[in-house]
């Protein structure tokens, strides 16, 4: 088969199943489950034989869908090398969810309308990495959207999940609003929206980005990167999307689609300025940072992990900023592996106790979950970017390229690198305090004591994915293997970016600092891990830091009152205009067409009305009217 | 004086008038009805003079439908207004003013 | 002569025209009627419309009228007289007198022929559709230049028939009402 059919079928199929399931399977929850299962692991075995067997060479093909007047919509493909990890990233980790929410939600009795719901998300989420066009790229985007939409209200009985589905998707909306200002603005600037065709113009003639529209454009197209990958400032929705099941929370607001605003911004890459990047790494950076001080300021583990992904996020935008996609591309990659493995594991944690999320209910389940508590802490040393790790290797590169930007291109910079490190440092808090509070210690409740460890369906993709999150950034030392493997992935997807990183190294080695900064960096996340565990571990009950420093923990827990503040503009400022322009709606409708034409035509009936007297002799009188009438006329 | 084609035209539509004079006055359904037929019967009249006076066939036949017709319409209106006398049992046409609006 | 019997005719017929106009019981407006169009048959035999006269007797006068009688007869003799209000008489009266005059006028419109020219018995060949007095160019016109409306005046016929029966059909609520009786209200 060739590619393009392969790549269609990888599309189509989730889309299959979706509408297979939502036409037949919504009551036969496990027959969904098994559908939606096994189409993901047919897409990951599709996509694992194109990323064999790919020859390396850029593929793209399009057909044209619509067409108005001179501008045509197209929908195709772009496979290149980012799109080749992208869809690894993609197809690998969403099977391995899938598997774990069939154990996951086995007591639930929406199954299909979930399983439904998880392939739509495949089919839009597949639509985004293999688009080439920024319409059909727009599309599919809002697609996602809906499908979180429809994921994060699964529990649609509480109002919380209603309300934090229609917040996701709302904020969504506001930066999807730039996002299609700029596409518009993209499309009456170069032309066209077809990115190999935008690339070909950009290409060899960067004074074009120079100038002030396409440093506008560059900057609305961040708007959608913004409101998808919640950075500041529409980052206010992702805490709240954890009220979805764990398993969505994995898939979609920790690997996949967040990533799809880092994995939009490395295909575009060449559209942006360096005015945008600058933002976008200054932004990404702050955001690191920040995230990570909310993060010691929650209880529910879920918000925990929400921050820890917000904070990565800033990481990979920080690594855009600073000029190295491939790198960020990277860290994408890795990040799914292990913060899917931490919110898998979370889940596993939840469903043992019964469906309690506060961290300060649980403790001791090292014990009684072995598996569950050794991925965990793979991946939670993965986070905190242990040299070996995953997390390591691109975790550090871009706490290294920030410190060579410092280096080379002014010590303005280095505020990038203090920044980005701090973050780090909040990691290692954070992830230590998660992990000692949940796993080591007494058991702090009832169902602590009596937790379990979880079915097979969740522990065996734990293993798998907690096995990646140790060993999936070993590609960059170049083992190849079976002819197509490099460390644990294939080399078609490592190729680019194990190229960025040696680069980066040997820049680094240039310098000279390359030794010093990786002792600096082993050494905050140990410090991190040890404070934590020393602060956090022995407690008994409750939040230590709330107890010892409440004014801190206020700050960290209302997590910069952005939630406030947005809530206060929209009471007062954006419901006193809607409420202005629908008095004004009214006085237009209502008098001018209520009371103007309406009332004209009512007065005409009632006087027409008259007419109808029911009396024959009266309608002969009209007839004779009539007659002479005509008379006359035909006379004169 | 020999009567010409006026005088009998005249006479025909002294009949109409007469007849249209009678649907407007009268408050009895079937003499309306037969004030119709008057009418009917002064344009039968103007055709057949007409045709008479110009020397062809075309006015006298069709004086010859305009009859049928006028039987036709004579037997169903008078059966309407048999059964409109079974439910409103009256012929006064301003007692048959169910339309009004 | 035939001026003589040509103002008498039209006289009688407008006279009787007036009566059935005016007359108070629809009994009497019937026989008026009758006489008028006796008028009428009379004045197309003054313009040796023979056929035509025997088919107004025979059908209109004969059938249609009888037909009316029929259902005169057959409505009680208190709803039968219903005379005319003053106003409407008045407004009436000035209606009439209006259309006679147009009447008038428009007659005079056309050009005065006053000799009649002769006319034949039978059709000639030269203008089969001329004038003649014979039945026989009733046929002739009917069968070649009017054959359609003739089949469709047939099926009209047809249909009035089939409509008639329909509509004098009694209802069961109708059944047990004589229309001499008063009404039930």
């Known amino acids: 088969m060739d590619l393009n059919t392969i790549l269609t079928a990888i599309l189509l199929l989730p889309l299959g199943s979706a509408v297979l399931i939502a036409l037949f399977l919504r009551r036969r929850g496990g027959l969904a489950a098994a559908l939606s299962v096994t189409v993901g692991f047919l897409i990951m075995a599709l996509s694992l034989d194109v990323l064999l067997t790919w020859n390396g060479q850029d593929f793209h093909v399009s057909t044209e869908w619509l067409r108005f007047g001179t501008y045509a919509f197209s929908m195709g493909f772009y496979f290149n090398h980012q799109t080749a990890l992208m869809l690894l990233v993609v197809s690998f980790v969403a099977s391995w969810i899938q598997l774990f929410s069939v154990g996951y939600m086995d007591d639930d009795d929406a199954k299909g309308r979930f399983f439904g719901g998880l392939s739509i998300f495949m089919f839009s989420i597949l639509g985004i990495v293999l688009a080439d066009n920024l319409v059909m790229l727009f599309v599919f985007w809002e697609l996602v959207g809906f499908s979180s939409y429809m994921l994060i209200a699964h529990y649609y009985k509480t109002d919380f999940a209603n309300m934090a589905s229609k917040k996701a998707f709302i904020v969504n909306r506001v930066g999807d609003f730039g996002f299609l200002l700029g596409i518009v603005w993209c499309w009456n600037h170069y032309g066209t929206v077809n990115l190999i065709e935008l690339h070909g113009k950009l290409l060899g003639h960067p004074e074009l980005l120079g100038t002030h529209r396409a440093i506008a454009i560059g900057l609305l197209l961040m708007c959608g990167f913004i409101g998808k990958s919640a950075q500041f400032p529409l980052q206010v929705w992702l805490t709240d999307a954890m009220a979805g099941p764990t398993p969505v929370s994995a898939l979609i607001h920790a690997a996949t689609m967040v990533a799809a605003g880092i994995y939009f911004l490395a295909r575009v890459f060449f559209l942006l300025s360096p005015f945008t990047l600058h933002w976008i790494m200054w932004s990404g950076a702050l955001m690191t940072a920040f995230a990570g001080l909310c993060a010691l300021g929650q209880t529910d583990i879920k918000k925990t992990l929400a921050y820890s992904t917000l904070s990565h996020l800033g990481y990979m935008a920080c690594a855009v900023g600073l000029g190295y996609p491939e790198l960020a591309m990277f860290h994408l990659a890795m990040h799914a592996c292990f913060k899917a493995t931490l919110f898998l594991g979370s889940g596993s944690v939840i469903h043992a106790c019964h469906h309690e999320q506060d961290i300060y209910k649980m403790g001791g389940l090292l014990k009684k979950m072995p598996l569950t508590g050794i991925t965990f802490l793979l991946a939670s040393l993965a986070n905190c970017a242990i040299p070996f790790f995953s997390g390591g290797y691109s975790k550090d590169s871009i706490i290294t390229a920030a410190f060579l930007k410092g280096h080379t291109d002014g010590s303005v910079y280095f505020g990038v690198y203090l920044l980005v490190l701090f973050g780090a440092l909040c990691t290692a808090l954070y992830t230590g305090r998660l992990f000692s509070v949940v796993f080591l210690g007494k058991a702090r409740s009832e169902d602590a004591e009596h937790a379990h460890e979880s079915s097979p369906f969740m522990t065996i993709p734990l293993v798998v994915l907690g096995l990646l999150s140790l060993g999936g950034g070993w590609a960059v030392y170049g083992w190849t293997w079976g002819g197509h493997f490099t460390g644990l992935l294939p080399s078609t997807c490592v190729v680019v970016f194990a190229q960025a990183f040696k680069d980066l190294q040997e820049a680094a080695e240039k310098s000279g600092a390359a030794t010093i900064l990786e002792v600096v960096n082993l050494v905050i996340a140990l410090a991190g891990l040890a404070a934590a565990y020393l602060f956090y571990g022995r407690a008994p009950a409750g939040d230590p830091l709330a107890a010892k420093a409440p004014g801190v923990y206020h700050v960290l827990e209302r997590h910069g009152w952005f939630d406030d503040v947005y809530d206060w503009y929209v009471k007062q400022v954006q419901q006193r205009i809607c409420d202005l322009i629908g008095a004004i709606d009214l006085l237009l409708f209502k008098f001018t067409f209520g009371w103007g034409s309406g009332g004209l035509a009512g007065l005409t009936g009632s006087v027409l009305r008259r007419f109808q007297t029911g009396s024959i002799h009266a309608y002969v009188y009209w007839f004779l009217a009539g007659v002479i009438l005509f008379w006359a006329l035909a006379i004169g | ?101 | 002569m035939p001026a003589f019997f040509f103002y008498f005719f039209s006289a009688l017929t407008i006279l009787a025209a007036l009566l059935v106009v005016l007359n108070r019981d629809a009994v009497n407006s019937a026989m008026c009627m009758i006489v008028a169009l006796g008028g009428v048959a009379a004045l197309f035999v003054l313009l040796q419309a023979y056929f035509l006269a025997v088919l107004q007797i025979v059908v209109y006068a004969g059938a249609v009228m009888v037909l009316f009688l029929f259902i005169i007869m057959l409505l009680d003799p208190k709803t039968r007289r219903i005379p005319v209000s003053e106003m409407n008489m008045v407004v009436g009266l000035v209606a009439l007198v209006m259309l006679a005059i147009g009447a008038f006028w428009l007659a005079r419109q056309y050009p005065t022929v006053a000799n009649l020219p002769p006319v034949e018995a039978l059709p000639t060949d030269a203008a089969p559709l001329g004038y003649a007095t014979a039945a026989k160019t009733f046929g002739y016109g009917l069968f070649t230049r009017y054959l359609l409306p003739f089949e469709v005046a047939g099926f009209l016929l047809l249909s009035a028939m089939v409509g008639v029966i329909v509509l004098s059909k009694r209802t069961p609520a109708d059944a047990h009402d004589d229309p001499a009786k008063p009404p039930r209200k």
């Open chain 2, 1 to 101: 004086m020999q009567p010409g084609l006026q005088a009998y035209l005249t006479v025909a539509g002294f009949l109409f008038a007469i007849g249209f004079a009678g649907v407007l006055l009268r408050k009895n359904t079937l003499v309306i009805f037969m004030c119709l037929e008057l009418m009917l019967t002064a344009s039968t009249l103007a055709l057949v003079a007409i045709s008479r006076f110009y020397n062809s066939m075309d006015g006298a036949l069709f004086v010859f439908f305009i009859i049928t017709v006028a039987a036709a319409e004579v037997a169903v209106g008078l059966a309407i207004i048999v059964a409109l006398y079974r439910r409103r049992h009256t012929i006064q046409v301003d007692e048959l003013n169910y339309l009004k609006h």
